[in-house]
Each structure stands twice: as C-alpha cells, then as structure tokens.
C-alpha cells in the first residue's frame, strides 16, 4: 500500500474515532443527568415523607431538636357565646348601632356556674357598652381598652379563676 492510501486510512479512523468520542460524551452526560434527577426526587420523597429528618428543623413537628423548647401541651378549656348584642349610640336623631358579639374562656370545671351567671354577664356588658361614646370608637386602640374593661368585669361578677379570656368575636359599628 502506498503512503497515500495509508494516510487516507488514518483520517478515516481519525474521523470515526472524532465521530465515537463526542457520542460517549453525550452518553455518559445523559446518563450522569437522569442520576442527578433520581437521587433529587428520592432525596425530596425521603425529607417530604420523614424517612430523613433535615439537621435544620425541617423534619417533622413532633419531634423538638436537643436544644429547642417543647411547647407545652394546651390547658383544658371551654368556650361560653355570650349572644349577640347591638347597642345604639349617639343622639336618637343619627343614631348609630355597635353589633358586638363576644364569647368567654373559662375553666371547664366552672363552666356550669358560669352558665348560670350569664345574665348578669350581659347585664355588664351591656350597661358598660351603653357608657361609651361614639367618639371613643374612633380611636384605634379603642376595642383593646373595651375588651380589657368588659374582662375585667366579668371576672368581678364570675369570681376569680373561672373566666380566663373575652374573645370578641364580632364588632361592628353601622
């Protein structure tokens, strides 16, 4: 064979060999990100389902780190509706009514005592609601002081250690 033909042999394989090493490339690139996708869907399953809890806090709420507080379980409680009650403010001629709607805490072992105290409940917040004055409604912190002012109120009327908290559930000035 002469010098030629072996040269052309030579570029020829050279080419095929170009030809065959970008397609490993490509392969093994292939392959190397279809393994990335797997062990990241497998690691997201495994942190999701709490196979594998996360050093950082992410795994599952149950479960306090070393030096994290637990949170105390909740005290047994009872919530008693006290009713709707609308309450007409200002002069008669531009009359304005507060729809208030409240409910009380209380310690469930006095739950029936304070039941029965209900009437005289509504009676202070009644009487105590009639006392404000439309002006006062307008300041911001208003249902802060009111909420503060009908506990304690209650809890004069109820005894001490029955009524815990007034939740005002509804308050709406028309």
């Known amino acids: 064979m ?4 072996m040269d052309a042999e030579a570029v020829a394989e050279g080419a095929s060999d170009a ?6 490339k490509g392969k093994g690139l292939l392959i190397g990100l279809v393994a990335a996708v797997l062990f990241g869907a497998g690691g997201f399953y495994a ?4 196979m594998v809890s996360l050093p950082f806090g992410g ?9 994290e ?11 008693l509706p006290l009713g709707d009650i609308v309450i007409t403010l200002g002069a008669p001629a531009g009359a304005r009514q507060l729809q208030f709607t409240s409910q009380v805490e209380v310690n469930p ?6 039941e029965l105290l209900q009437p ?14 439309l002006r006062d409604l307008a300041d911001p912190a208003a249902m802060g002081r009111i909420r503060a002012q009908l506990l304690r109120r209650i809890q004069i009327v109820t005894g001490e250690g029955r009524v815990r908290d007034l ?4 308050f709406v000035l028309n």
């Open 2 to 5: 002469s010098d030629a033909t």
């Open 47 to 50: 942190t999701f389902s709490g």
């Open 120 to 133: 005289r409940m509504l009676d202070v917040v009644n009487t105590y609601l009639r006392a404000v004055e």
């Open 59 to 67: 795994g599952e709420a149950g479960h306090a780190a070393p030096g």
């Open 109 to 114: 072992d006095y739950r029936a005592d304070v």
């Open 69 to 79: 507080p637990v949170p105390e379980p909740l005290s047994p409680m009872a919530f």
């Open 19 to 24: 030809d065959a090493a970008p397609k490993k």
């Open 167 to 170: 939740l005002i559930t509804n």
